[in-house]
């Protein structure tokens, strides 16, 4: 009866790492997607509480009277890059070449490290000249978004950031589990990358 | 993607259409770029924007998340967060009289 | 999270240390009765917020008796200020709300019995589970220690309209950050939940051989998951406008007291109503769901017939959880809504109706040809139909727009709602507590203290909730602080007051039988076999309590949910997971 | 059928089709709670364990319940088509026409009403933001507007002919407000930025319902319904009905206050 030990329960959960036969799915798949409708409710929020203020006001701005296009573009390329990067790390995972998996994903994160410093430069820029979420309904929409989203890449690189490092020791010994979370990390790094997809044209250029 | 093997994928096809799909978005910002600087009327420079950002979220969305070959349960999930999205958005246009805006 | 290498040496085959075991615990089962204790404790001080807000109603600018020395602020020398008052009100609504029932319903009894129910060994996210507490405790907490902020906690109503909210004091960003960890929480738990019920289900559990309690659970965490999120992105709005300085929802040149408010302006007060409700609708979905899941198992153990119109009953709450989305404007019928706006979400609201009357009409029909055993969590499932009854009833006046004008923010929208979740959700709650405690502990709950329990409960619940239908009738206004005796249309039903508020702190003394039965059973001998009501589902096949990893034998199931008294067996349950005698032909 | 909901008096033209929807609806609801509650209390008898040991299976068998869910459906179609949603838009849509109404606004303020008549004019004065003083010109109005000389602005005092359609368009300086006046059977929010009107025609003088109610210090009163503040629950305004004649009478005896007076506002009670 006596049973010293007791098996952790992760490796007594069905389904972690090995697909259901019904749904054809594992959990954590479903569960980031499911996280994923439940970032796209809190961006169309925003998104919809935008074009409220924007149809109602009495003037708009256009992004350029406040905003660099030419940052906001590279950074746009920035992210782009990062997704693909991050892709390339989960194919890295599957040729099971750690080297390359190490240099994708690190180029990953710093795609993001870059992108966060281009919105540093921007936002201390707005901030000399004296543009402050305070100063309108539009700088307040652009500084409310784009810091939400800025966030999110912060979180997504901190992710990835341990994927790189210390969660890569899982790469020798469950090396499908480390597949699909570095797949799952990269789901959401590629919603993020398409949140700003639309951020970018709506916030700077329309 | 998850339900293959990761054996059965063909790694090296997929990193050909990454690659391709890559050159597409980049070369589509560009273009959204170069549109916003046409400085079209409102109505379409909105238009044009807004189609151009659906496509290429359409890329990621079904190259980079793999959404293309997912599961039903994946896209049946996914039909129910756009069409509570769609009812968030109908928010914006169910305030009505909402013109005045000075106080007194 | 220390690595706490503390050893048992009381023979406990436990490795795990106090701390992982109780408080940092992934144990599906010890999460969620950390979630109902913490939630009933909530409960308790909600009502007791409640309890010193009656006191001024029914005694306006009367000194409280004792407690005025506790609370210089709020009360100096015992009487209550306005701006107290206001405190009460808003955090009574919002404890019960999201930090009362929902932990309770969804994070306790969710939580506790959903994975037993289907059979699975645990959550899907064990981890994931922890974190989604201690985040809902953070924003408990916060929420707590708003109080003893210098100007106190939020005050401008639960429902927190701005510009109201944004110019109200520091307390309201405490709402607001506590908020954003509640819903993080609420967020965690849903996509658990939600994973959960979709990939451990056991071996031949389809979706149509859920309990319903199941079904309940898995439609509020589609709720949580997709209507949180907006209020979250309206809470940052709303934080940015208190702590940056935007105007998201303030129009440009307010005056308050006769001072222009140095804003940029260009917001819309609208915008977060919208979103409010946007939440706030689906969200009292949230608070009913779970008790039509309890009150639905209860029924048919207690009838000892399969619930009727099963199928029904689930399409409907799918239905359910689908309209909850399209009907957030009918609590702002008088915020200028023109005709077509009006008239669709008059329609939705109608329409939303109908699928609570077939779950109401099928709970009630179960009944017929049962065999009905009056046990304790029975009569709270009995008493939950006709008080849902009115409190839904109570419903459709105010989603019809022109009885709303007269009724709208007054006590009778008090009391619709209040039908509805207190003699509605906490029945039906207490139901749940006295039907899964011994699975939970492993003992029984005394039934004569119980039914002690119950009827005084009842009794007095009526006595404080009908009396407000007809306050409000008469015109009486919500949220005042002196109870409405300002206006002369109250005079004739002011004396009311007094009786709610004598009712209610009657209702603290019929709770007490509740908490000494609650704790004093638990020093009683563990009794309690797997399975004391005879019951069909999935988790009386676990031991009482079920242990690491919950069930000792594999388990699946064989047939439908409820397969009570099913002619030629000679038991009158046929549980779920016993295999068939006699094997059927397969398929 | 009024004497089982407790309204409060009547004294508006389109109070009492307000009044017979909201019965109705409480008919329907009567109803439902009375069927639906007796076959409940019948079944917790009749299919207790004593009377009924062994429990039937399958249970009911016929498809009543369907028709009766139905038969809700039904009721609420009527309701919403027939009653509501015509009374309702009325209400919103069919404003009355402003030559032959009294023409007011309101703007809420913590925590009082300011109102505001355009004077025999018939034109409002400009008012401004800047030009807010909280105790000499609480609305902001710009005296040197020549249609702001005649221009009445009362603190909690709305007067009103019987009889004729009050046109009422309400705003508010801070927080959100809500104008309502149970006996009118009216109440709207009054939201800052926005500008709602609300109209009803009062058929009851304050005089004859001081006599109905027997009540010598009857009042209308402006009850505020939306939660403004620490005095939200005093926020308390006065409606008067007069009858044409005394209407006309007041508004006379208001132009000669202000000629009295001079620039000088001392009509603020
Ligand atoms: C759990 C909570 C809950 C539930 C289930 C409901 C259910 C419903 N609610 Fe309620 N509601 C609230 C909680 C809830 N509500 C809260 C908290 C508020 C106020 C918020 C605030 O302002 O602070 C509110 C406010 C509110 C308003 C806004 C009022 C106003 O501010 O002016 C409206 C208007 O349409 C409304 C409508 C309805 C309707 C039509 C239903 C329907 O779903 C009801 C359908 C049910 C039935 C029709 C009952 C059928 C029953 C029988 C047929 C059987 C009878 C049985 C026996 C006799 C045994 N509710
Ligand atoms: C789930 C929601 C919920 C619940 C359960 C309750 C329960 C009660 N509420 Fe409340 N209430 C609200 C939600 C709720 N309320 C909201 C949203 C508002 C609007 C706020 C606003 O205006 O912004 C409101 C406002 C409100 C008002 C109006 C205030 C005003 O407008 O000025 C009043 C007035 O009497 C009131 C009274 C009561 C009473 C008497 C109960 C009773 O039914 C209480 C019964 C409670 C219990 C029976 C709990 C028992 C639990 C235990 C005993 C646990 C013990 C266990 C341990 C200690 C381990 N409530
Ligand atoms: Cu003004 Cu309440
Ligand atoms: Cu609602």
Redesign the interface.
């Known amino acids: 009866m006596?049973?010293?030990?007791?098996?952790p329960?992760?490796k007594?959960?069905?389904?972690?790492v090995k697909p259901?036969e019904d749904?054809g799915?594992?959990?954590v798949k479903?569960?980031i997607w499911?996280?994923l409708?439940?970032?796209v409710?809190?961006?169309?929020?925003?998104f919809?509480?935008y074009i409220?203020?924007r149809v109602?006001?009495?003037r708009w701005p256009r992004g350029e009277e406040y905003l660099s296009i030419p940052w906001a573009t590279a950074n746009t390329l920035i992210l782009i890059a990062s997704s693909v990067t991050m892709v390339m790390a989960w194919a890295s995972c599957i040729r099971k070449d750690f080297g390359k998996y190490r240099l994708y994903m690190g180029l990953t994160v710093l795609g993001g490290l870059g992108f966060m410093i281009i919105k540093y430069i921007e936002y201390t820029s707005k901030f000399h000249h004296g543009y402050?979420?305070?100063?309108?309904?539009f700088l307040?929409v652009y500084?409310?978004l784009t810091g939400?989203h800025a966030l999110h890449v912060l979180s997504g690189m901190i992710v990835n950031l341990y994927f790189w490092g210390p969660g890569a020791k899982m790469w020798h010994t469950e090396h499908e589990r480390f597949t699909n979370r570095v797949e799952t990390a990269g789901l959401f790094w590629h919603f993020v990358d398409l949140v700003w997809i639309f951020l970018f044209p709506i916030l700077y250029l329309l | 993607m998850s339900g293959t093997s990761y054996d059965q994928i063909d790694v090296d096809h997929h990193v050909k259409i990454y690659l391709r799909v890559f050159a597409a978005l980049a070369v589509l910002t560009v273009i959204t770029v170069a549109v916003a600087e046409l400085h079209l009327a409102p109505g379409w420079a909105i238009a044009l924007a807004l189609t151009i950002a659906t496509v290429k979220g359409s890329l990621v969305a079904c190259y980079f998340m793999h959404l293309i070959s997912e599961k039903k349960?994946i896209y049946a999930l996914l039909i129910?967060?756009a069409l509570?999205f769609l009812?968030?958005l109908i928010?914006?246009f169910?305030?009505?009289?909402?013109s005045l805006?000075?106080?007194? | 999270m220390a690595e706490s290498e503390h050893h048992d040496h009381d023979h406990h085959?436990?490795?795990?240390g106090f701390w992982r075991k109780y408080v940092f615990s992934?144990?599906h089962k010890v999460i969620g009765i950390q979630y109902a204790v913490t939630g009933m404790l909530f409960l308790f001080f909600g009502f007791c917020l409640m309890m010193l807000m009656r006191w001024q109603l029914a005694f306006p600018g009367e000194p409280v008796p004792l407690l005025g020395k506790l609370f210089p602020r709020g009360l100096p020398g015992g009487v209550m200020?306005?701006?107290f008052y206001?405190e009460l009100?808003a955090m009574h609504g919002t404890i019960m709300v999201f930090m009362g029932i929902v932990p309770l319903a969804v994070g306790g009894f969710g939580n506790f019995v959903l994975p037993l129910q289907i059979g699975?060994?645990?959550m899907?996210?064990?981890r994931?589970n922890m974190m989604s507490y201690q985040s809902f405790l953070i924003g408990g907490l916060i929420m707590f220690g708003s109080f003893f902020l210098p100007e106190g906690a939020a005050?401008?109503?639960w429902t927190s309209?701005?510009?109201?909210a944004d110019?109200a004091p520091s307390g309201q960003t405490a709402w607001l950050i506590g908020m954003v960890f509640l819903i993080t929480s609420s967020?965690l738990g849903?996509?658990?939940f939600?994973?959960t019920t979709?990939?451990?289900r056991a071996d031949g559990l389809s979706f149509f051989r859920l309990p319903f309690f199941c079904w309940a659970q898995f439609v509020t965490s589609?709720l949580l998951?997709?209507?949180?999120?907006?209020?979250?992105?309206?809470a940052?709005?709303q934080l940015?406008d208190r702590v940056?300085?935007?105007?998201?929802f303030l129009?440009?040149?307010?005056?308050?007291?006769?001072q222009?408010l140095e804003?940029?302006?260009?917001?819309?007060?609208?915008?977060w109503q919208?979103?409010f409700w946007?939440l706030a609708h689906p969200e009292v979905y949230v608070l009913i769901l779970p008790a039509f899941g309890i009150v639905a198992e209860i029924i048919a153990n207690n009838?000892?017939?399969?619930l009727?119109?099963y199928k029904s009953m689930v399409y409907s709450l799918i239905v359910l959880g689908f309209l909850s989305?399209?009907v957030w404007?009918h609590h702002m019928f008088?915020?200028?809504?023109?005709?077509t706006?009006?008239?669709f979400f008059?329609?939705t609201t109608?329409m939303i109706?109908?699928p609570s009357?077939?779950i109401?009409?099928?709970l009630?029909?179960?009944?017929?040809?049962?065999?009905?055993?009056?046990t304790t969590p029975m009569l709270f499932a009995?008493g939950f139909?006709?008080m849902f009854?009115?409190g839904g009833?109570?419903g459709?006046?105010l989603g019809?727009?022109?009885?709303d004008?007269?009724?709208?923010?007054?006590y009778y929208v008090i009391g619709h709602f209040h039908y509805v979740v207190a003699p509605g959700t906490i029945f039906a709650l207490f139901a749940g507590i006295y039907y899964w405690y011994p699975k939970v502990t492993g003992r029984h709950m005394s039934e004569f203290w119980g039914k002690v329990h119950f009827w005084p409960s009842f009794v007095l619940m009526n006595l404080i909730f009908f009396p407000m239908l007809?306050q409000g009738?008469?015109?009486m206004?919500?949220?005042?602080?002196?109870g409405?005796a300002?206006?002369?249309?109250n005079e004739?039903?002011l004396y009311l007051n007094k009786v709610i508020s004598f009712a209610a702190w009657g209702l603290a003394l019929a709770q007490i039988p509740f908490i000494l039965n609650l704790f004093l059973s638990l020093r009683k001998p563990k009794t309690a076999s797997a399975n004391p009501w005879r019951a069909t589902t999935i988790e009386w096949a676990a031991p009482s309590p079920p242990g690491?990893?919950n069930f000792t034998r594999p388990v699946a199931a064989y047939r439908g949910p409820y397969e009570?008294?099913?002619?030629g067996e000679s038991e009158?349950f046929t549980p779920q997971f016993e295999p068939a005698k006699a094997p059927v032909a397969a398929h | 059928m009024h004497w089982f909901?407790?309204?409060?008096?009547l004294a508006s033209e389109h109070g009492a089709?307000?009044d017979h929807?909201?019965v109705l609806?409480?008919i329907?609801?009567l109803a439902?709670?009375i069927i639906?509650?007796a076959?409940?209390i019948y079944?917790?008898f009749r299919?207790?364990?004593k009377r009924?040991?062994?429990?039937?299976?399958?249970?009911?068998k016929s498809h009543l319940?369907s028709w009766?869910?139905g038969a809700?459906?039904l009721a609420?179609?009527i309701?919403?088509v027939g009653?509501?949603?015509p009374?309702?838009?009325e209400?919103?849509?069919d404003l009355p026409p402003a030559e032959d109404s009294v023409v007011v606004r309101v703007i809420g303020?913590?925590f009082a009403w300011n109102v505001h008549y355009p004077g025999p004019d018939g034109v409002f004065g400009e008012t401004r933001?800047?030009l807010?003083?909280?105790?000499t010109n609480?609305i902001?109005l710009n005296r040197d507007d020549p249609a702001a000389a005649d221009d009445v602005v009362t603190l909690n005092q709305l007067h009103l002919p019987v009889g004729k359609p009050a046109l009422i368009y309400l705003s508010s300086?801070?927080?959100?407000h809500?104008f309502?006046i149970?006996?009118m059977?009216?109440?709207?929010?009054a939201?800052?930025?926005?500008l709602?009107p609300v109209w009803f025609q009062p058929i009851v003088t304050t005089e004859e319902m001081r006599q109905r109610t027997g009540?010598p210090?009857?009042?209308y009163?402006i009850?505020?319904?939306?939660?403004?503040?620490?005095?939200?629950?005093?926020m308390?305004g006065f409606v008067t009905v007069h009858t044409q004649e005394e209407f006309d009478a007041w508004m006379a005896e208001q132009q000669r206050l202000k000629e009295e007076a001079g620039e000088v506002d001392d009509f603020w009670t």
């Open positions: 006596a049973t010293p030990t007791v098996v329960i992760d007594i959960i069905p389904h972690t259901r749904t799915l594992n959990n479903i569960g499911l996280f409708a439940s970032e409710m809190l961006f169309g929020g925003l919809a509480s409220l203020l109602g006001a009495d402050f979420p305070s100063t309108n309904t307040a500084f409310t939400l | 349960l129910l967060a509570f009812f968030e928010l914006p169910v305030t009505e009289n909402n805006h000075q106080i007194l | 085959h436990e490795e795990l992934t144990d200020l306005p701006e206001n009100g699975a060994p645990d899907a996210f064990p994931l005050q401008s109503g309209y701005p510009p109201l110019i967020l849903a996509i658990n939600l994973v979709i990939q451990l589609f998951l997709l209507a949180f999120p907006p209020l979250e992105a309206a940052f709005m940015m940056a300085g935007t105007s998201f129009p440009s040149g307010l005056v308050v007291s006769g222009a804003v940029s302006g260009g917001g819309s007060p609208i915008l919208h979103l946007f009838t000892r017939k399969p009727w119109g989305f399209v404007a008088l915020t200028g809504m023109g005709t706006m009006s008239a008059q329609t109608m109706s109908i009357v077939i109401l009409t099928a009630i029909l179960s009944l017929w040809g049962g065999s009905i055993r009056f009995l139909l006709p009854g009115i009833l109570t459709l006046p019809l727009t022109a009885p004008i007269h009724l709208h923010d007054t007809i009738m008469a015109g206004s919500r949220r005042m602080y002196d409405g300002t206006y002369a249309h004739g039903v690491h990893g009570y008294s099913v002619p009158d | 909901l407790r309204f409060p008096e089709r307000l929807v909201t609806v409480h329907l609801m439902l709670f639906w509650g076959l409940f079944m917790i299919f207790s364990q009924n040991p062994k429990a039937d299976h399958d249970g009911v319940s009766g869910e809700v459906a609420e179609v309701l919403l009653f509501s949603i009374l309702y838009s209400r919103v849509d303020e913590q933001v800047d807010v003083d909280l105790q609480p902001g300086k801070d927080v959100i809500s309502g149970p006996e059977r009216v109440k709207m929010d939201i800052p930025g926005m709602f009540d210090d009857f009042n009163e009850a505020c319904a939306q939660l403004c503040g620490l005095g939200h629950y005093r308390k």
